[in-house]
């Protein structure tokens, strides 16, 4: 494994490997910036195919939560976790702490929370040996607990700007919209549609979770390969990332794409892809930064749940300015999205160089 050399390695500033052979404890922790403030970022338990896969996976979450927590105006530098299921894994409470000594050993440089795989409750069994973890359950007046409603609610104000500025549609009564992957953030996200009167189509790995958004939502439900070309309004992807490649593009039969799912696009050059084709795309880390806000709440206090909803529902017009920047200059949002997160997170490096100076 050569983390130095990973295409994804963007000068992080430490990669620390866990391993823990009595409980199969095996882990990656990724911060790319300290910069903002304490590199946050969920932790995510997968199969990977190999260490180096899971290498890559981190090193790209944790450049990516950078720039969600610098757009999201957060004290918060960028990190992540990964858990690898591999076949000594045992999914034991003794697993799950180990991994919270791992991370307390990092002094609070870096604080985890959900991400695929994780709940509540294993924040809390993590939570038995660190301080430095958020996703808790919520105490009574104060932010807290499981982070997808409120990423769901942020893509949704998302959807609502998006299709504001692309179709020039006040309302999402009639609306369609595909979503990939109906799990903690896709389910909330449907219900929201749901509400104002968009009309769904769904798909999902999990059955069950594919007839749940059917009986609850009477959304559609579209076959694992057919769900992005579906002909809708707005295509969400909710599940895993790089879907966004330059096979799947030319296929989309859609105006907006605006989903939760983390590093939708496969590489920079498909951002100009959608843009090329005509459509409208939502940066991911921009339009998925609701959950990371209700973490940041919880962890540094003083905030209630109405307040986090004001500061998600700020996602809407952060968004619109994106998207209008990106027409005035002709480039693809992303490119917009990504100088703008390099640009806070410079000023604040170029800040700490002139306080140690
Ligand atoms: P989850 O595991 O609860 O849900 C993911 C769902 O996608 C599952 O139901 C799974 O069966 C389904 N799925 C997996 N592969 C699929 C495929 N090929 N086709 C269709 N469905 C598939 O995870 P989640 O917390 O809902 O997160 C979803 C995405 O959003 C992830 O990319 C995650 O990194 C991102 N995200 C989550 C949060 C959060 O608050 N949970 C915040 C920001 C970003």
Redesign the pocket.
Known sequence: MAAFSDPAFDDHERVTFCRDAATGLKAIIAIHSTALGPAAG?C?LWNYASDDAALHDVLR?SQGMSYKNAMAGLKFGGGKAVIMKTPDFSGSDALYEKFGDFVQQLNGSYVTA????MSVRIMETIARRTRFVSGLPPKAGHAGG???P??AFGIFKGIEAAVRFKLGRESLKGLTVAV????????YLCQYLSQAGAKLTV????PA?VKKAGDEFGAKAAG?DD?LTQKVDVVAP????AILTSESIPKLRTSIVAG????QLATSADGKRLADAGILYAPDYVI?G???INVACEYYGGVDDAEVMNQVAAIGPRLTGIFAEAKKSGEPTNVIADRMARDIISRATAKQAGKRS
């Open positions: 969920g995510r979450l959900e991400d695929v795989g499981d982070p997808s409120k990423t990939q992957g109906v799990g903690n953030v896709g389910y798909a999902d790995i999990d979770r694992l769900i909710c599940a895993l990332g939760g799912a983390n590093n998925n609701g959950g990371i």
